[in-house]
C-alpha cells in the first residue's frame, strides 16, 4: 500500500521545525517525508550580519542538515527547486527527477526587494545566505587594502541602504569589526566612513521611540552616520544616488532595504503580495487544501491592526512546529488547529556587547538585551539539536 507523500521544499526556520515535528511523530511507514534544500547546510540566517561584517567566521552560521534530521525517517534532497507545478502535484529540481507529492510544504523565504531601484542587483551586496556575506566581507577587506596605495576615500566608505533590523544589526557589527580592520589595514579608524541610510523619517520605523534612540546615540558614538528620510534611488559600482540628486562615493553598498517573498511561489500561480501568499488559518495556500506555506513565503495578518506581521525567524518557527503537528493530524484523519502567532518580544544586536529590545511589555538595552539576544540564538539550536548541539555550536 503506497503512503501519503509529504514534500517540504526549504530547510529554513519554517521548513526545519516541520520536518523535526514530522520525523517525532509519524510512526514507521505512515508517510514519505522529503526535504528539498539547495544548500547541503542550513544557515541560520539571523546570524548572518556577523560573518557579513567579518566578526564571525560564516561557519558559525551554519549547520549540516543531515546533523539536525533524522534521514532515515525524511529523506534528504540537496537541489535546487526549479518550479512548482501545482496541477501536476510535481516539484521540478535542478539535478534529480521530478518529486511528486500528496502534501506540500513551501517554506522557501525571501528575496532581497529593491523596489525596481536602479543598478542595486548589479551593484549592492545582500545579508542573504553564506555565499552572499562570504562575498561582502572579502570585497570590504580587498577594498581597505587598496587604500594605502590609492589613497580613496570611498574605498573606505561603506554604505547600508536601510536603517530595519538587518541593517541596524549589520551596523553594530561593523562598528566592531573596524577596529581590527583597520589595524590590519594601517588605517586610522576616524577615516572609514559607515553610512546608514533611511528612507522613513526615522531609524527602525515603528519600533518603540525610547529603544531607538538608545541604540541611534549607541551607533553615532561609535562614528556610524545616520541619513534619514533619505531614499536612496540608484545604485552605481562606486556609490549610490539619493532622492535629490545628492551622491555618495561609495566601494562597498550593502543593501538591506527590505524583502519579498521567493519567486519560485509567485511563478507556481498561487496569488501573492510581493511574493508572498496570504494563507488561511491552517497555513493553506487559497484554494489548495494539499499545500501548505509558511515562514518569509507566507503572510498572516495581525488581526488587531489589520497588518501583515513581519516576516521573523520566530513566526516561521511556530507555524513549523504547528504544520508538523497539522500534518500528522491530516494523515490520521483528525483535526488540524489553528495557527496563532504568539510573539515572544523582539531583540536587536548592535554587535557583540550591546542590543536594545523587549521581552512581553520590559524593556532591556545594552549588556542584558546582548546576552537576551544570545539566548534566542542557543534557543535555535536546542530546538534544532538538544543540548548536544548547543554544547557543540553555542557561544555565548
Ligand atoms: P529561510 O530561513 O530563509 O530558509 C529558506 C530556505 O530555502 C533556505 O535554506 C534556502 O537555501 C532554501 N531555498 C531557497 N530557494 C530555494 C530553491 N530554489 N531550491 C531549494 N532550496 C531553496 N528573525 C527573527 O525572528 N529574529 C532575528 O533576530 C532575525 N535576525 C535576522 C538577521 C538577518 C541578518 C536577516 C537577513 C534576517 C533576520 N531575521 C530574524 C529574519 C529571519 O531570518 C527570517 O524571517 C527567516 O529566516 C525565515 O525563515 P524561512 O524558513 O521562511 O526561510
Ligand atoms: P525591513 O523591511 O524591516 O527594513 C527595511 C528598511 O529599509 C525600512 O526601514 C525601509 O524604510 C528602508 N528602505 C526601503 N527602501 C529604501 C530606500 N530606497 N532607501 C533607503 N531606505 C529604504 O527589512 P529587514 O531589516 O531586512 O528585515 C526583514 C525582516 O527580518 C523583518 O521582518 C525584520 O523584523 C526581520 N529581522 C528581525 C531581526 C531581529 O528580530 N533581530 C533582525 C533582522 C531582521
Given at each position: 500500500m503506497?503512503?501519503?507523500?509529504i514534500v517540504?521544499?526549504?530547510g529554513?526556520?519554517?521548513?526545519l521545525?516541520?520536518?523535526?515535528?514530522?520525523?517525532?511523530?509519524?510512526?514507521?511507514n505512515?508517510?514519505e517525508?522529503?526535504?528539498?534544500?539547495?544548500?547541503?547546510y542550513?544557515?541560520?540566517?539571523?546570524?548572518?550580519?556577523e560573518?557579513?561584517?567579518?566578526?564571525?567566521?560564516?561557519?558559525?552560521?551554519?549547520?549540516a542538515?543531515?546533523?539536525?534530521?533524522?534521514?532515515?525517517?525524511?529523506?534528504f534532497?540537496?537541489?535546487?527547486?526549479?518550479?512548482?507545478?501545482?496541477?501536476e502535484k510535481e516539484?521540478q529540481?535542478?539535478n534529480?527527477?521530478?518529486?511528486?507529492?500528496?502534501?506540500?510544504?513551501?517554506?522557501?523565504?525571501?528575496?532581497?526587494?529593491?523596489?525596481g531601484?536602479?543598478?542595486?542587483?548589479?551593484?549592492?551586496?545582500f545579508?542573504?545566505?553564506?555565499?552572499?556575506?562570504?562575498m561582502?566581507?572579502?570585497?570590504m577587506e580587498?577594498?581597505?587594502?587598496?587604500?594605502?596605495n590609492?589613497?580613496?576615500?570611498?574605498?573606505i566608505?561603506i554604505?547600508v541602504?536601510?536603517?530595519?533590523?538587518?541593517?541596524?544589526?549589520?551596523?553594530?557589527?561593523?562598528v566592531d569589526?573596524m577596529?581590527?580592520?583597520?589595524?590590519e589595514?594601517?588605517?586610522?579608524?576616524?577615516?572609514?566612513?559607515?553610512?546608514?541610510?533611511?528612507?522613513?523619517?526615522?531609524?527602525?520605523?515603528?519600533?518603540d521611540?525610547?529603544?531607538v534612540?538608545?541604540?541611534?546615540?549607541?551607533?553615532?558614538?561609535?562614528?556610524?552616520?545616520?541619513?534619514?528620510s533619505t531614499?536612496?534611488?540608484?545604485c552605481m559600482?562606486?556609490?549610490?544616488?539619493l532622492?535629490g540628486?545628492?551622491?555618495?562615493?561609495?566601494a562597498?553598498?550593502?543593501?538591506?532595504g527590505?524583502?519579498r517573498?521567493?519567486?519560485l511561489v509567485?511563478d507556481?500561480?498561487?496569488?501573492?503580495?510581493?511574493?508572498?501568499?496570504?494563507?488561511?488559518?491552517?497555513?493553506?495556500?487559497?484554494?489548495?487544501?494539499?499545500?501548505?506555506?509558511?515562514g518569509?513565503?507566507?503572510?498572516?495578518?495581525n488581526?488587531?491592526?489589520?497588518?501583515?506581521?513581519p516576516?521573523?525567524?520566530?513566526?516561521?518557527?511556530?507555524?513549523g512546529?504547528?504544520?508538523?503537528?497539522?500534518?500528522?493530524?491530516?494523515?490520521?484523519?483528525?483535526?488540524?488547529k489553528?495557527?496563532?502567532?504568539?510573539?515572544?518580544g523582539?531583540?536587536?544586536s548592535?554587535?557583540?556587547?550591546e542590543?536594545?529590545?523587549?521581552?512581553g511589555?520590559?524593556?532591556?538595552?545594552g549588556?542584558k538585551?546582548a546576552l537576551?539576544?544570545?539566548l534566542?540564538?542557543?534557543?535555535?539550536l536546542?530546538?534544532l539539536?538538544?543540548?548536544?548541539?548547543v554544547?557543540?555550536?553555542?557561544?555565548?
Amino acid at each position: 500500500m503506497s503512503v501519503p507523500k509529504i514534500v517540504i521544499l526549504g530547510g529554513g526556520y519554517g521548513g526545519l521545525m516541520t520536518a523535526k515535528g514530522l520525523q517525532k511523530e509519524l510512526n514507521y511507514n505512515e508517510a514519505e517525508v522529503t526535504l528539498v534544500n539547495q544548500n547541503s547546510y542550513h544557515y541560520i540566517t539571523t546570524k548572518l550580519h556577523e560573518p557579513a561584517a567579518g566578526t564571525a567566521h560564516h561557519d558559525h552560521a551554519r549547520l549540516a542538515i543531515s546533523s539536525v534530521i533524522n534521514t532515515d525517517k525524511v529523506r534528504f534532497v540537496q537541489d535546487k527547486v526549479t518550479a512548482i507545478k501545482l496541477e501536476e502535484k510535481e516539484i521540478q529540481l535542478e539535478n534529480h527527477e521530478p518529486l511528486q507529492y500528496d502534501y506540500l510544504v513551501i517554506g522557501l523565504g525571501s528575496a532581497p526587494e529593491t523596489f525596481g531601484i536602479r543598478g542595486l542587483l548589479e551593484n549592492a551586496f545582500f545579508i542573504r545566505n553564506i555565499n552572499g556575506v562570504r562575498m561582502i566581507r572579502e570585497h570590504m577587506e580587498y577594498m581597505f587594502s587598496r587604500y594605502q596605495n590609492e589613497k580613496k576615500e570611498e574605498l573606505i566608505t561603506i554604505v547600508v541602504g536601510g536603517a530595519g533590523f538587518t541593517g541596524i544589526e549589520y551596523v553594530g557589527e561593523l562598528v566592531d569589526r573596524m577596529p581590527e580592520l583597520c589595524r590590519e589595514y594601517d588605517i586610522p579608524l576616524e577615516k572609514v566612513r559607515i553610512i546608514n541610510v533611511e528612507a522613513a523619517p526615522t531609524v527602525l520605523p515603528g519600533f518603540d521611540t525610547e529603544l531607538v534612540d538608545y541604540a541611534v546615540k549607541y551607533l553615532e558614538s561609535k562614528g556610524v552616520e545616520f541619513l534619514i528620510s533619505t531614499p536612496i534611488e540608484e545604485c552605481m559600482e562606486d556609490g549610490v544616488i539619493l532622492k535629490g540628486g545628492r551622491e555618495i562615493k561609495a566601494a562597498t553598498v550593502v543593501w538591506t532595504g527590505g524583502v519579498r517573498g521567493n519567486k519560485l511561489v509567485e511563478d507556481s500561480g498561487i496569488e501573492t503580495m510581493r511574493g508572498r501568499v496570504k494563507v488561511d488559518e491552517f497555513l493553506h495556500a487559497p484554494g489548495h487544501d494539499d499545500v501548505f506555506v509558511l515562514g518569509d513565503s507566507a503572510l498572516v495578518i495581525n488581526e488587531e491592526i489589520n497588518r501583515p506581521y513581519p516576516p521573523t525567524a520566530q513566526i516561521s518557527t511556530q507555524q513549523g512546529q504547528l504544520l508538523g503537528k497539522n500534518l500528522v493530524a491530516k494523515i490520521r484523519g483528525g483535526e488540524m488547529k489553528s495557527f496563532k502567532y504568539m510573539p515572544k518580544g523582539t531583540v536587536a544586536s548592535l554587535g557583540r556587547k550591546e542590543a536594545i529590545g523587549f521581552v512581553g511589555t520590559k524593556k532591556y538595552y545594552g549588556a542584558k538585551a546582548a546576552l537576551l539576544k544570545k539566548l534566542i540564538d542557543l534557543r535555535w539550536l536546542y530546538l534544532l539539536g538538544g543540548v548536544s548541539l548547543v554544547l557543540r555550536k553555542g557561544k555565548l
